[in-house]
């Protein structure tokens, strides 16, 4: 007598199935994840560039950068981005445009300088004011746009 009225093989191809049916809404809750926290610390930067303190702005702006990329990364590619701060090799196989691209290429050493003396050749805060930080939090302001925008279509 058969307890199962099924073949053993069906319930593994049906899980499968089931599987891949729920991936899409795991996939896609993922990237709004990383998008949301990649306009948050596009506001932080923005709230410490006002307060004067150029140096955190820096940083907010690369941390906004990479997180914005990582989710159009894994919004495109249903895959987990690399494992990496810099953010031309993030922006392998995104079509980010030229003018973008050449940003995050200047923007990427802003992760360890604009946090370290020994990286930076003296203290960060004493390395950042507005006139160098402003085109900085500009073009982080584009490429946050740009990558939500991607992502969210």
Known sequence: MTILAEDPGDIG??????????????????PLNWARQAEADLKTAGDCFQA??????AFFCQQASEKAL?????????????????LAEISQ????????????????PEFI??????AAGG?????????NTRP???GTRKVVSWAIRKTKT
């Open 123 to 131: 203290p960060p805060c004493d390395l950042y004011d507005e006139a």
């Open 70 to 86: 990582k989710a159009l990364y894994i919004a495109m590619r249903a895959e987990p981005p690399p494992r990496s701060h810099n």
């Open 136 to 138: 900085i939090l500009e």
């Open 13 to 30: 191809a049906k899980a499968n199935t089931f599987l891949e049916s729920m991936r899409p809404h795991r996939v896609r809750k993922e």
């Open 113 to 118: 300088v604009s946090r370290y003396p020994d």
């Open 93 to 108: 196989d995104l079509n980010v445009p030229r003018e973008i691209l050449s940003f995050l290429r200047s923007l990427t």
């Open 52 to 57: 004067g303190n150029y140096y955190a702005s």
